[in-house]
């Protein structure tokens, strides 16, 4: 879902308004320094030294304004106003925070709509991400939620089982998900026994073949804490991978420089040593690869294009492309407005008997020739 609101407040502002029923005297002064660099930001200044004077002045604000918490006039004041000066100052920091790394992500694209953030499906846009469930042979819509743009879609899955389940009451058996479900810890909460127990039908990632020894060929003991190679040498020394989805493993150059299975575990004959990743979700990973290979694979995928032309119907025939209120819980109830309006003329189709072959007034029409 798209948002069309502009920018909005600078942050500033949005604090400075928070804080006046608290410090009314700062807030004048705020107001004071604000107008001035207004006034000097007219004068053609270039846009980075705009914002630098900008940020500077937000930092000055929330040095009082940052302890005002703590005064006898926030702790007499109205809890409405309490919470409306919190929140504006977990904000600031938090456009601060954004400020001091700009490569990091989920900013905070405006204060207006703090919860709105940039994502991408196809091409980048500011918003929220819609995820639905539906019941594949009804076609009716059984849980909805909304996400930031940057949302985790796949792991989002868990949760609307568990809202369908808790909701209708009823048992989840199997899930189609597209290839936003083939992650591990994805597949591991669907899938756990104890938990959802679900049959996962997911397209998984293409793997480019190893010409060397995979990770399977290398055998970790029943501690996790070693190592051995298909030459019978063993590690120990291990840490965990940058995403924290495996341990890395690390043979010794003494270990690799004359091994006699050399070759067939080194792809590039310079290299010093082996490394090897042993994925906690290896057998997730593996169990999704061989149920893409069955019939019954084959069968839920081509079902499951009827989950997109429902998608279609919700963003081309109700609008749902656009949000149009700002926050997630408003935006949320939007889409669930819709998806019962899309559920009230699906259930009126089931509920309406085809028409007979005499009743579709099918007119026949013949062309004479004039004599």
Same mark, same amino acid.
């Given at each position: ?9 600078? +942050? &500033? ?6 804080? #006046?029923? =608290?410090?009314?005297?700062? !807030?004048?002064?705020?107001? /004071? ?80 709509? +703090? &919860? ?6 196809? #091409?980048? =846009?500011?918003?929220?991400? !819609?995820?639905?469930?539906? /019941? ?236």
């Amino acid at each position: 879902m798209e948002n069309g609101s502009p920018p909005g407040a600078p +942050p &500033d502002l949005t604090t400075r308004e928070a804080a #006046e029923p =608290f410090a009314k005297e700062q !807030v004048a002064c705020a107001w /004071d320094r604000a107008e001035a660099i207004s006034a000097v930001a007219n004068e053609d200044l270039p846009d980075e030294e705009r914002l630098v004077q900008r940020v500077a002045h937000l930092r000055s604000v929330l040095l009082w304004a940052d302890e005002l918490p703590n005064s006898e006039a926030f702790r007499a004041g109205a809890a409405a106003s309490q919470e409306k000066l919190r929140a504006a100052l977990q904000l600031a920091h938090k456009v601060l925070c954004d400020r001091d790394d700009p490569k990091a992500g989920d900013k905070v694209l405006s204060v207006h709509d +703090p &919860d709105a953030r940039c994502g991408k499906h196809g #091409e980048f =846009f500011d918003g929220y991400l !819609v995820d639905v469930s539906m /019941d594949a042979d009804s076609e009716i819509l059984t849980a909805v939620n909304v996400l930031p743009a940057n949302g985790d879609e796949g792991g989002d899955a868990v949760h609307l089982i568990e809202q369908e389940e808790a909701a209708h009451g009823n048992d989840v058996q199997a899930v189609s998900i597209d290839g936003a479900g083939y992650r591990g810890p994805v597949l591991r909460a669907l899938t756990d026994p104890d938990g959802l127990n679900l049959e996962v039908f997911t397209p998984p990632t293409e793997r480019i073949p190893l010409t060397v020894f995979s990770p399977e060929q290398f055998t970790l003991s029943e501690d996790h804490k070693t190592l051995t190679c298909p030459a019978g040498e063993a590690t120990t020394y291990y840490e965990r991978n940058t995403n924290d989805t495996g341990v890395k493993f690390r043979f010794s150059k003494k270990q690799c420089g004359g091994c006699r299975l050399r070759a067939q575990c080194l792809s590039n004959p310079a290299a010093k040593s082996r490394t090897v990743i042993k994925n906690d979700y290896e057998a997730e990973y593996q169990a999704a690869q061989a149920k893409a290979q069955t019939p019954e694979y084959a069968q839920a995928r081509q079902e499951h294009p009827a989950i997109e032309r429902k998608l279609s119907e919700l963003v081309r025939r109700h609008d749902l492309r656009q949000a149009r209120y700002r926050g997630l819980s408003k935006v949320l109830r939007q889409a669930l407005v819709t998806c019962m309006t899309v559920n009230l003329k699906r259930i009126v189709k089931l509920r309406t008997p085809a028409p007979t072959r005499e009743e579709t007034g099918t007119v026949r029409a013949e062309l004479v020739r004039a004599e």
